[in-house]
């Protein structure tokens, strides 16, 4: 808190100046709590395994000695558990899966991982079978009659397999009707494979190019062959077709060229809006997926500040817990998916964050620290509680959401999941001009960064929420160094075993980020003003529904 004491020129410093000295977030605590909880012990945190109750454990037991109360799901005797139960749908592969191609007549095995990622059906199916399914080549697998743009032209896909381009029309050209480099829902896989049910064809199988993705073929192939996890739902058919997966490009590539087409001929023409769907002569489908399908029910961890003059108005801090589990060997043999960036680091600064303002003066609005399940699988610990609410949203003041730390040190910037239009990310920059940093705007707008992160399940239901990011402009080397750690990050070690806690890091950034989060929510829970979407903003007009709760 030191750096933004000096600064002493603002309204924001007058309320820093509140909070003792002993607030400050430690960077060794920090350290301490990322070496636990992405320690091998805790096999990778995977939702519905022992690694989760080991977590969830630690993280009651943190939550309870840092000085919250709980605040999870009502119980009997009026007084609150610290869990919210979030019930899922649990999905796995059953080794082997055959899958295959036939071109041209002759039979290509394809072996799961390499050439293709199937994800478990969702479906409710024990069992998936598709013989010789044709193959269209679709586009980008988008409908947008609010932009006039159309990849079906009412081609009947039932009984079909699709691929699909990753990502947005104009990804590539960096102009167009879909924000240019920055991607929209639409280019989201998600999205995808939620059209697929829409269009009533057997499967969408989204092409894997690394640019557009914004990652590489590993994590693909270790977030897709892993187990899945769904909401429970009452008709899973109109949610998900049978088969969801991810194909490398070469093998499409060479599937074009079977069929005489060209790969990249196609792709240029599928970014325009006269794009109509291509079949590919003489290529079929075919796979057999036995499923093992059950239901479970995860945990939400979640402490609370209560408010001294508004309790029922909520500050909610958020970080996901889980992370991928066991899975896959990497080349070195390890099938531990430790998650320690991803994200012991962020829910290690949520532990912080509230160690620090259960010591500061209590705040007139309560605060909210809440720790998610399945963010990995979906967003889905984050999507169960805005769908189930245990404070009312109307009411909730803003999401301040932390999906990773700063490991690399102090940086001079800072970014959020996306360039959001809403004013807590104003408030933000306020804060941070007295730390001496900048806000950076999101240096991979094509990543769909806002779309990726929990705070996502508060903003589309109309919620003020950014994610926080780190700064690439590091005290210690710039930009240079900066954005050399985080290529290497996200080639090296994201979504793979190598994510592991390194005694080289230098976690007096992620402190000092954390205590700027701390200040931001703390002037929040003191002042009656309430963050705003901006005009134009997707998620105004859902945030006005409930704007008579906030008179």
């Given at each position: 808190m030191k750096q933004f004491l000096l600064a002493g020129a603002s309204a924001w410093a007058v309320?820093?100046?509140?909070?003792?000295?002993?607030?400050?977030?430690?960077a060794a605590k920090l350290a301490d709590h990322i070496q636990i909880l992405s320690s091998d012990d805790f096999e990778g945190r995977g939702p519905a395994t022992a690694g989760e109750v080991k977590t969830v454990k630690y993280l009651t037991e943190q939550f309870q000695a840092v000085g919250l109360q709980p605040g999870g799901d009502l119980?009997?005797?009026?007084?609150?558990?610290?869990?919210?139960?979030?019930?899922?749908?649990?999905?796995?592969?059953?080794?082997?899966i055959k899958v295959s191609v036939t071109v041209n007549g002759q039979v290509q095995p394809?072996?799961?991982?390499?050439?293709?990622?199937?994800?478990?059906?969702?479906?409710?199916?024990?069992?998936?079978?598709?013989?010789?399914?044709?193959?269209?080549?679709?586009?980008?697998?988008?409908?947008?009659?609010?932009?006039?743009?159309?990849?079906?032209?009412?081609?009947?896909?039932?009984?079909?397999?699709?691929?699909?381009?990753?990502?947005?029309?104009?990804?590539?050209?960096?102009?167009?009707?879909?924000?240019?480099?920055?991607?929209?829902?639409?280019?989201?896989?998600?999205?995808?494979?939620?059209?697929a049910a829409r269009q009533g064809a057997v499967g969408f199988i989204v092409i894997h190019e690394t640019a557009p993705a914004s990652y590489g073929w590993?994590?693909?192939?270790?977030?897709?062959?892993?187990?899945?996890?769904?909401?429970?739902?009452?008709?899973?058919?109109?949610?998900?077709?049978?088969?969801?997966?991810?194909?490398?490009?070469?093998?499409?590539?060479?599937?074009?060229?079977?069929?005489?087409?060209?790969?990249?001929?196609?792709?240029?023409?599928?970014?325009?809006?006269?794009?109509?769907?291509?079949?590919?002569?003489?290529?079929?489908?075919?796979?057999?997926?036995?499923?093992?399908?059950?239901?479970?029910?995860?945990k939400n961890v979640v402490g609370l500040l209560p408010g001294t003059a508004h309790p029922d108005e909520k500050v909610v801090y958020t970080a996901h817990w889980d992370h991928l589990g066991v899975g896959l060997p990497d080349a070195k043999g390890d099938r531990i998916y430790n998650g320690a960036l991803d994200n012991a680091s962020g829910t290690s600064m949520l532990i912080e964050i509230g160690r620090a303002a259960a010591v500061?003066?209590?705040?007139?609005?309560s605060m909210l620290f809440l720790a998610v399940t399945a963010e990995e699988k979906g967003l889905l610990g984050s999507e169960y509680y805005a769908a189930n609410p245990l404070y009312p949203l109307g009411t909730?003041?803003?999401?301040?959401?932390?999906?990773?730390?700063?490991?690399?040190?102090?940086?001079?910037?800072?970014?959020?999941?996306?360039?959001?239009?809403?004013?807590?990310?104003?408030?933000?920059?306020?804060?941070?001009?007295?730390?001496?940093?900048?806000?950076?705007?999101?240096?991979?707008?094509?990543?769909?960064?806002f779309f990726r992160s929990d705070h996502f399940s508060f903003a589309k239901r109309g919620v003020p929420a950014i994610s926080f990011g780190g700064g690439q402009d590091l005290v210690n080397g710039g930009k240079v160094r900066g954005e050399a750690l985080q290529k290497a990050y996200t080639t090296e070690r994201y979504h793979q075993p190598a994510d592991e806690y390194s005694p080289d890091w230098d976690l007096s950034g992620a402190a000092q980020n954390a205590d700027m989060l701390l200040v931001l929510g703390t002037r929040l829970a003191n002042s009656r003003t309430w963050p705003e979407w901006k005009a134009g903003s997707e998620f105004k007009a859902e945030r006005d529904k409930t704007a008579s709760a906030r008179k």
């Open positions: 309320l820093a100046l509140s909070l003792p000295a002993s607030a400050g977030v430690s119980q009997k005797d009026g007084t609150r558990a610290w869990t919210q139960d979030v019930p899922l749908a649990q999905f796995d592969n059953k080794d082997p394809w072996a799961q991982g390499d050439q293709i990622a199937i994800r478990a059906p969702q479906t409710g199916a024990d069992r998936v079978t598709v013989k010789d399914a044709p193959v269209v080549f679709i586009g980008y697998g988008v409908k947008a009659p609010e932009r006039n743009w159309d990849d079906f032209k009412g081609y009947d896909l039932k009984g079909k397999i699709a691929l699909v381009l990753v990502n947005d029309p104009d990804f590539e050209t960096g102009v167009g009707d879909f924000g240019g480099k920055a991607m929209t829902y639409y280019g989201r896989w998600t999205y995808k494979y939620e059209e590993n994590t693909v192939k270790n977030s897709n062959t892993n187990t899945v996890f769904d909401i429970i739902r009452e008709n899973p058919t109109k949610a998900h077709a049978p088969i969801e997966a991810w194909i490398q490009r070469d093998p499409t590539v060479a599937l074009f060229k079977a069929s005489g087409l060209d790969f990249e001929t196609l792709k240029k023409l599928a970014q325009t809006r006269d794009f109509k769907p291509v079949p590919l002569s003489g290529v079929t489908f075919s796979t057999d997926i036995a499923v093992d399908a059950k239901k479970i029910v995860s500061a003066p209590r705040t007139e609005r909730t003041v803003a999401n301040i959401n932390m999906d990773g730390a700063a490991t690399n040190g102090p940086s001079r910037d800072f970014g959020t999941s996306g360039d959001a239009p809403l004013t807590l990310q104003d408030d933000l920059i306020e804060v941070a001009k007295g730390y001496n940093m900048t806000y950076s705007p999101d240096p991979r707008p094509g990543a769909g960064s």
